[in-house]
């Protein structure tokens, strides 16, 4: 006779309305309240108020709500400042103060310090924030859509890929918002259709607007998916007579079926092939499809902090995995010996090398390739390294990287990381192998978002 397994009911369901404490955030900026210990997710909602909620959705291990209304609101919570915020899925902490952003990156960094890596009395830093922590980023990728038998430009909404139509964004740089209304306009005027996603027609996809902070360069690239621009010259014309500081009009053409921004191939309707920036005493050429910082600012802090924690006496060789377009490896190679650095991306290393001759640096050696690889065949040539940085992308480093640093035996390794989780993981990883985390400090590169950024500091244990 089968016997019948008892199941334990959620202590909520689907459309119930019910109270809860709001104890933390996630890292996606969530508000986390507990019913009998089961989470809900509930976005606007801060740490420290009680909310009317409506469960939208339950799983086995968490369920997900909405704000039906306030009994406490945190002594933190601020009007957000934009009009669309509500919608638009670019910002998600504009309802919280600064403050109370600094101290909730800091927090979600030492929670996944506890939690995930194992870590609970590493020292993590209060977070570094703006003075100005509007108007930062130095690079917009805009879709362009249609409403209503008009084109738009904006950002998607959350979670999806309709398009909120906005006129100027807060967290942009301000002749983004004006590259914006000119396509916008004449794209209305002269009928160049833009592109539409479900049929994979129409013409114009996005508009990627990049300014150089210290330069004031500035480069519009114009995504389509066909090979020639409808009225090319009117939409050059226009953003050649309104916009200051324009140096460079870049068409690009993604005539794939893909969610990828920009396709391979690229040429200059207008000006230079290439706009500048410096971070510190460094000068950088960025192309179209250069990766460049958002956030120059907090990069030039990000990227001294990370110099600090190298302790450069002049003697050292440097290994710099994810190296980009050499940004870090540049700031390193003005102190160290010798730095070594590895990108997969093989424009990227031509960039890196651009910027190492534009800089008049010969101490820095670039090789394109997958870290993991290239660095074992480093060591098995006998190259060495005093210091190794790593700045992965948000999956954080590879299993074979992390194994070659411990067998490389670096005196010192620097972390930069866009993930706290993985960040956790790794470290880890390397205090398993027999390096000591000697401390973390966060620092905000996106000021109204959720994301931190953070630089670990180890030591070997063996030194």
Known sequence: MSKKLSVNPLPVKKNDVIDVNIEDLTHEGH?????????????????????????????????????????????????????????????????????????????????????????????????????????????????????????????????????????????????????????????????????????????????VIRRGRTSGEVMVVLVTRTKKIPYEAELVTALKEQIEGLASIIHNINAEKTNVIMGESSNVLWGSEVIYDSIGDIRFAISARSFYQINPVQTEVLYKKALEYAELTGEESVVDAYCGIGTISL??????????????????????????????????????????????????????????????????????LLQTILEMKPKRVVYVSCNPGTLARDLRVLEDGGYHTVEVQPVDMFPQTSHVECVAWLESSLS
Not at 154 to 172: L, M, P, T, W
Not at 201 to 206: A, E, N, Q, T
């Open 31 to 207: 508000g986390v309240g507990k019913v009998d210990g089961y989470p809900l997710f509930i976005p606007n909602a801060l740490t420290g108020e009680r909310v009317q909620v409506k469960v939208l959705k339950t799983t086995k291990k968490f369920g997900f709500g909405r704000v039906m209304d306030w009994h406490k609101k945190s002594t933190d919570r601020v009007e957000p400042p934009c009009p669309v915020y509500d919608r638009c899925g670019g910002c998600q902490l504009q309802h919280l103060s600064y403050e109370g952003q600094l101290a909730a990156k800091q927090k979600q960094v030492q929670d996944v310090m506890a939690r995930i890596g194992k870590l609970p009395d590493v020292p993590v830093h209060p977070t570094i924030g703006m003075e100005e922590p509007w108007r930062y980023r130095n690079k917009s990728q805009v879709p362009v859509g249609l409403s209503e038998g008009r084109v738009i430009t904006g950002f998607y909404a959350k979670r999806s890929h309709e398009i909120v139509d906005v006129n100027q964004c807060i967290i942009q740089d301000q002749v983004s918002d004006q590259v914006m209304q000119i396509v916008k306009e004449k794209a209305n005027e002269l009928g160049i259709q833009p592109y539409d996603e479900a049929s994979h027609k129409g013409v114009l996809r996005h508009v």
């Open 331 to 400: 700031f390193l190679a003005q102190k160290a010996k010798k730095v070594y650095g590895v990108e997969i991306v093989e424009q990227a290393i031509e960039d890196a090398k651009k910027n190492a001759e534009l800089n008049g640096i010969h101490n820095a050696e670039f090789e394109a390739g997958p870290a993991e690889e290239v660095i074992p065949a480093w060591h098995k040539e006998g190259k060495k390294a005093d210091v190794i940085v790593v700045d992965p992308p948000r999956k954080g480093c590879d299993e074979a």
